[in-house]
C-alpha cells in the first residue's frame, strides 16, 4: 500500500509540474523538440528568451509573421548557450 502511495504521489507530481507551464511554453517545447533538440535544452531556450522579453513580448515575437532580427539572433545565441549546459 505505502509503495502504491509513492508512486501515486510522484504521478500527481508529475502532472502538476506539468500543468504549470503556459500554453505557449508547452507549444514552443513540442515544436522545438519536434525539430530534435532535447526536452531541457528546449526549456532552457524559452526561460532565456521569456527573461529577456518578457512574457508578453516573448509572445509577440513567437506570433508574428516577421520577427526582428534581434529576436532570432537572441533565439540563436539562446540555443547554443543552452546546447551547451
Known sequence: ???????????????????????EERQFISGCKT???EGSTCKCIY???E????EDGFKNQLYTMSQTEQFQNDMMQS???CMRE
Open 1 to 23: 500500500m505505502r509503495m502504491y502511495l509513492s508512486a501515486l504521489s510522484l504521478v500527481l507530481i508529475g502532472v502538476s509540474a506539468v500543468g504549470c507551464a503556459s500554453k
Open 35 to 37: 525539430g530534435g533538440i
Open 47 to 49: 526561460k532565456r528568451l
Open 51 to 54: 527573461d529577456k522579453y518578457g
Open 79 to 81: 540555443t547554443m548557450q
